[in-house]
Every structure is written in structure tokens, then in C-alpha cells.
């Protein structure tokens, strides 16, 4: 039974049981599909209130998987006489599953972003006539050397930020002079 006001006055209602199992299945699926879109808006529009939504999908998930869990019960302990246990295993199992990828989703799609937010690329190009030794390219959390790039030649640089700061680069060019950027 649930407790709804109509006309300012409570009333108690009953909930048809198989609509507490598809209430469940909604609400366990919910929080996934919508978690899934604005993670693949995100990851090809890159805008900041994208990311703010997806952290509140978080919060939202998990108040939509407590209500699946809740409705859940509430299936299972009206209908305990009417179906069978294998049936009740069944349907108890599916939402259990559907309620661990939420969680598998959530925890993919958070490393995810962490990855994508602090990796960085960094091409080098050398276009002057004599090569480039010694570089040292520095970075918060990350040092990276490259011996030689020949003249017209470049180097491709996978950085891994772990916070914010300058990215420094010094080299030689031949053998002598210090270039620094």
C-alpha cells in the first residue's frame, strides 16, 4: 500500500504488483541510459555543464537504484505465494544485474573522464636545417626526454598530467646552444 493525497485528504492505495516489478526495472535501468547519453555527449562536445550533469546522474542513480531495490521487495513479498521460487530467483537476478551495471557503468565512465581530463598530446616538430638533442620536455607529475629529432623530423609526446602547471621544454641545437621554451 502506498499513501497518496487526493484532495487534501490521505488516502491509502494499493500498488497493482506487477507494476511494483516494472517500476523496479525502470528505475534500475534509469540512471544507465541516461548516464550512458551524457557520457557520450560529453566525450564529443567536452562542455563543462555536461560534466556537472553526469555528476549529478551519480547522486540521482543512486536514489533511483534504492527505489528499484524497494520496489523490489515490495514484488517479491506480495507475491511470494503466487509465483515460484525459481521465477522469484529470476526476476530478482535480472534486476540485481541491472543494478551492478549502474555501478560497473558509473565507475567506467568516471575513470574515463579522469583519463581524457589529464592526457594530453604533444607534437614536436623540428624545421630548421640542423637537429634538435638533449630535449626534456617537464611537466606536472611527468618528464620525458627525447635524444634527437632529425631536421623536418617530430615527435609525438603522450602526456599524463597529475595537477596543474607549466609545461617546459629545453633542447640543444647544435651541441651547443640551450633553447628553452
Do not use: H
Not at 487534501?8 to 534500475?28: D, P, R
Not at 553526469?54 to 521487495?73: C, D, M, R, T
Amino acid at each position: 500500500m502506498l499513501f497518496r493525497r487526493v484532495n487534501g485528504k490521505g488516502q491509502l492505495i494499493s500498488m497493482n504488483t506487477k507494476n511494483s516489478y516494472s517500476v523496479s526495472i525502470i528505475f534500475g535501468v534509469m540512471p544507465l541510459i541516461i548516464g550512458s547519453l551524457i557520457f557520450a555527449l560529453w566525450y564529443f562536445i567536452r562542455s563543462d555543464i555536461l560534466l556537472a550533469m553526469g555528476s549529478y546522474v551519480i547522486i540521482f542513480g543512486l536514489a533511483s537504484v534504492l527505489i528499484a531495490f524497494i520496489s523490489l521487495i515490495v514484488y517479491l513479498k506480495r507475491n511470494a505465494s503466487a509465483i515460484s521460487r525459481g521465477m522469484m530467483f529470476k526476476k530478482s537476478f535480472l534486476l540485481a544485474m541491472i543494478i551492478i551495471s549502474n555501478f560497473v557503468a558509473a565507475g567506467f565512465y568516471a575513470l574515463a573522464v579522469i583519463y581524457i581530463m589529464t592526457t594530453y598530446y604533444l607534437t614536436i616538430e623540428n624545421k630548421s636545417t640542423s637537429a634538435v638533442t638533449n630535449i626534456v620536455v617537464t611537466a606536472p607529475g611527468c618528464t620525458n626526454q627525447i635524444a634527437l629529432i632529425e631536421p623536418n623530423g617530430k615527435e609525438l609526446l603522450k602526456l599524463s598530467f597529475q595537477g596543474d602547471g607549466t609545461l617546459d621544454l629545453k633542447a640543444k641545437q647544435n651541441q651547443e646552444e640551450q633553447l628553452q621554451w
